[in-house]
């Protein structure tokens, strides 16, 4: 019981493009402290000032390919001509670290993340996602126009990608109807406050001291 440890938390958040996933995630890892997110890598080019190491990892395609084929990638895939892949090794290794990590992925990579965790143990005990469905397609399409960052013709292939994407709900341990980013982050911050208190994550004082009355009693034994 001495050498047991809590088994952290790997928050898996997906959602249709426009629901607001990526603004939940910010302000969801802004407001806790204890969650971590983990730094994908991409071969699109830096934005602003946005930093290698920080922001993403920014590789090269010959690069990426070359991690695809050595099976570096938990999960990995195409938007819209660009790569965007989460390491194994990024993840867990921090798991390992005790650290709860936060991953911000689409429904394709959950997927991926869901095959891989049903045989991967790590994976599997720290696995907890979450699916952000919008209200309905046409509140999709309002955010999507009143982002204004995309044509027309963007705007439609997105809303075709969100219909099939939103079938896959019943993939995930939790299902949140994104009506709203403040509700949105309540919610997402008592499913993990919730996941935190799952017994098999908890290592207890109590455990330890009880095995250790144990061997004692043994030792004093004649």
Known sequence: MSDARPVPVLLLISAPSGAGKTTVCEQLLATTPSLTRAVT????????????GVDYHFLAPEEFERRIDALEFLEYATVYGRRYGTLRAEVLGRLRAGQDLLLNIDVQGAASVRTLAAVEPE????????????????ELERRLVGRGQDSPDAIHRRLMAARSEMTHWR???????????????RRLKAIYEAEKMRQFRAVLP?????????EQTRNETP
């Open 41 to 52: 890598c991409t071969t699109r080019r830096p934005r602003g000032s946005e930093r290698d």
């Open 123 to 138: 994976l599997r005990r720290s696995l907890v996602s979450v699916f952000l469905m919008p209200p309905s397609l046409d």
């Open 171 to 185: 993939q995930f341990d939790y299902l949140i109807v994104s009506d709203g980013i403040p509700e949105t982050l």
């Open 206 to 214: 109590v455990a330890k001291s009880v095995a250790t009355t144990a």
